[in-house]
């Protein structure tokens, strides 16, 4: 049997065996993504040493190596920050919204810093200096430039990526934010049919059921990595099998999952009561008039799915947030 190790103590012995600073989170994101086998040592979740190294053997060499026959022996690997953990890599506003074209802030602190994460290099940007970003898609540059001191100008083609940039760089109070967003649910819980409320409920808990049952987890995962599941195969079969489930909830609390309306973008992708919602909420944060408030609470509405509620208490019209409504 090889040597059971916890994931402090496999922490420990990867930063030493790599040279960096190989984190707690990034072992346990090995066990769940089913890199390595997960074990039990005195109650404590463990993995084998043996495998571990094996792991980093196989494949954190062979990454970078891959990369520099790509693009060439002088390739900087550190640049990579293969490292960060992506709660670091997607910071602050950075998670507002999931805009697939932006890059990582810890590359951007590299060129405008002049010292980030132990890297020393000659100094281009002082805090007191205009930077200007000609591509700013999600505004990552501007961001980290208003960290640093800096003035910044983005420049985008595209009218929403400019909306989401002005919303990250937005100064807001956050009481009078929350206040926004609780009132909104509070109202959108009196608009909502019972029926879907319910429904929401009972999807979300056969296909936790379901997913617990058929996708358990790092068990499944470790055995995709060794190409013992074909996880394309694997995974038609099994949406097949829930679309029954789905529909059979459909047509049991009597919904519309279809329109009339087949040339709206929000009626292909969603059920005709959710559009509703969706268009309920998006016509009563138009009416609001703090302008601030109203673009950041719009960018939230486009990031998350109206169909992943909070449940919050209401909240009174006294808390500021400050809507004319008929």
């Not at 402090?8 to 600073?21: D, G, I, Q, V």
């Not at 009416?287 to 109203?294: A, F, L």
């Amino acid at each position: 049997m090889d040597k059971l190790i916890t994931i402090e103590e496999a922490s420990k012995w990867a930063s030493n065996y790599l040279k960096n600073n190989i984190t707690e989170s990034n072992i346990s994101y090995l066990i769940q993504y089913g890199r390595v086998k997960k074990y039990n040592k005195k109650g404590q979740t463990a993995l084998a040493l043996n495998e571990l190294k094996q792991y980093y053997q196989n494949n954190h060499k062979t990454r970078e190596d891959s990369w520099k026959k790509e693009l060439g022996e002088d390739l900087n690997w550190k640049l990579s920050f293969d490292n960060i953990p992506e709660r670091e890599r997607t910071k602050h506003v950075h998670r507002l919204h999931q805009y697939k074209g932006k890059f990582i802030p810890q590359l951007v602190e590299y060129f405008l810093d002049n010292q980030i994460n132990g890297f020393k290099k000659e100094v281009f940007f002082r805090p007191g200096d205009i930077v200007l970003d000609p591509f700013c898609g999600s505004g990552t540059t501007l961001i980290q430039a208003n960290e640093l001191g800096m003035h910044s100008i983005g420049v985008d083609i595209s009218k929403f990526n400019c909306f989401i940039t002005r919303c990250k760089l937005q100064k807001y109070d956050i009481e009078k934010l929350q206040g926004a967003i609780d009132y909104l649910i509070e109202k959108l819980k009196n608009f909502q049919e019972k029926k879907i409320l319910e429904f929401a409920e009972e999807l979300y808990k056969v296909m936790c059921d379901f997913n617990y049952k058929n996708f358990p987890n790092y068990k499944y995962k470790y055995e995709v990595n060794r190409g013992k599941i074909n996880e394309e195969e694997y995974s038609k079969d099994k949406e097949k099998e829930f679309l029954k489930v789905y529909r059979g909830l459909v047509k049991k609390y009597k919904l519309n999952p279809y329109t009339n309306s087949s040339n709206s973008f929000l009626h292909k992708w969603y059920i005709d009561n959710v559009t509703k919602e969706m268009n309920f909420l998006k016509n009563f944060i138009e009416k609001g008039k703090d302008k601030s408030i109203v673009n950041i609470l719009k960018i939230i509405l486009s990031r998350k799915p109206i169909e992943k509620r909070i449940a919050l208490t209401g909240i009174c019209h006294h808390n500021g947030f400050d809507y004319s409504v008929a």
